[in-house]
């Protein structure tokens, strides 16, 4: 096996390596998800060649010079300070949801007035409109990472997929009785599950549009669905209390997360599948083994519901968001409050981590979205603009632009 050339891959941190073996060109990649501006660059590759046999000696300085540049390039990501560079007024209707496309270079918006807007990141222009929903357009989503379809579900109970760039429609999903409200597509690329009011979730075929699976069980609505990374499992967050962990080739109920008191408000598994979060109305956040289906950890602390839970690209933090007005990070390993964002004037609908893990971005209903440091919990900047609550916000995958959406109709795009 002969080393052919390294490679750096930013977000999340990492150094690709493409080798020769039996003839054939291949690629590892190496996580450097602890790498800080702080991290001593020499031990740490020495670490890594101790580790990785294809590191030989005479490679050590070309990897010692790939890791300081992408230290560099952390070291910017800490101190990057957004600014407003534009204000869309998006729709002549309230705006329900916003989502990056994987690069950032274009956006979505969704709204109350039936269609899906394609935006440009750099310009601000719109690309195109989706129309051909009777009813509100809630739930949307891109096909990460490829970026090259669009998935919308609608009160009109229909899900539909586009061409990203086209705004051509290839199928519409329809079967659900009642409003669809949530939606995702696998990693994968070959199925988007819906998830509806009317107690149900369905997954669909992406190649021909047709339904591949029904998941019955919940006694309310599905409000929040999630498929793992390796696309076997999928899980469903209802307003019956629970949440249920679903083999997605079969649709059989593998397990059924019982514990909460109230209705369940966000789900999501960790990156290496290994655990699932759940945030709730009862003010709690409950943490999961993904595999056996048993409760780890209760997390406590808010004084009123949990509105929203996610965790970092690594897993190891989990970030909570609640009605009380303030954000809290927990270390997924030993439980505890690590951090307590405090200083929003109203409650935070929406939190999530940039893909560097140095970073939290928080949406409020007091009308602006903070930036925290998730270490210490010090608010680093407070993005205003906005005469109404913000409800929706992201980062792009590089974690440099990120949009808001409000209730005032418009979407800001900061820099």
């Known amino acids: 096996m002969k080393l052919k050339r390294l490679l750096l891959r930013y977000y999340p941190p990492g150094i690709i390596l493409e080798y020769v073996q039996g003839g054939e060109l291949k690629t590892k990649s190496i996580d450097l998800l602890d790498l800080s501006p702080g991290t001593d660059v020499g031990a740490l590759v020495e670490e890594i060649r101790k580790a990785e046999p294809l590191i030989t000696a005479s490679r050590k300085e070309q990897v010692i010079h790939l890791v300081l540049r992408l230290q560099e390039k952390l070291g910017q990501q800490e101190d990057h300070k957004f600014y407003l560079f534009k204000v869309l007024r998006a729709h002549i209707l309230p705006l329900t949801n916003v989502a990056f496309n994987k690069s950032g270079s274009c956006f979505i918006t969704g709204s109350y007035d039936r269609t899906c807007k394609i935006w440009d990141t750099a310009s601000g222009e719109e690309l195109r ?4 929903h009777r009813n509100v357009v809630y739930a949307i989503a891109f ?7 669009i998935a919308t579900g609608s009160f009109d109970k229909t899900c539909k997929l586009w061409s990203a760039e086209t705004g051509k429609c290839y199928h519409t999903f329809r079967g659900h009785t009642a409003e669809i409200v949530c939606l995702s597509f696998n990693l994968q690329s070959t199925l988007i599950a819906t998830g509806s009011m009317d107690t149900t979730a369905k997954l669909w075929d992406i190649q021909n549009g ?6 019955t069980g919940h006694s309310a609505e599905i409000i929040a669905l999630s498929f793992n990374t390796t696309g076997d499992r999928i899980i469903t967050g209802s307003f019956d209390h629970t949440v249920a962990v679903w083999d997605v080739g079969t649709g059989r109920k593998l397990h059924t997360l019982i514990g909460h008191r109230a209705e369940i408000s966000s789900a999501q ?6 655990l699932i979060v759940t945030g709730s109305m009862d003010k ?28 970092d690209y690594t897993g190891q933090r989990i970030a909570t968001s609640s009605a009380d007005g303030s954000a809290r990070v927990y270390n997924a390993e030993t439980k505890k409050c690590i951090a307590k964002l405090e200083g929003h004037g109203g409650e935070i609908s929406k939190i999530c ?4 893990g140095s970073r939290i971005l928080t949406a409020s209903s007091d009308k602006t979205a903070r930036l925290w440091d998730p270490h210490t919990g010090q608010c680093i900047q407070i993005l205003e603009g906005h005469t109404d609550e913000i409800f929706s916000c992201a980062f792009n995958y590089k974690g440099d632009i990120i949009i808001t959406g409000s209730k005032d109709n418009t979407c800001r795009i900061w820099r």
Do not use: I
């Open 129 to 132: 409109t989706l129309e051909g």
């Open 143 to 149: 096909n990460n990472p490829y970026g090259d379809k």
């Open 284 to 311: 709690t956040c409950m943490l999961w083994n993904a595999v056996t289906g048993t409760r780890v950890a209760t997390l406590t602390g808010h004084d009123d519901e949990v509105l929203d839970v996610c965790f």
């Open 353 to 356: 981590f940039n893909p560097q």
């Open 269 to 274: 598994f960790n990156w290496d599948c290994s």
């Open 210 to 215: 047709e339904e591949v699976v029904m998941l």
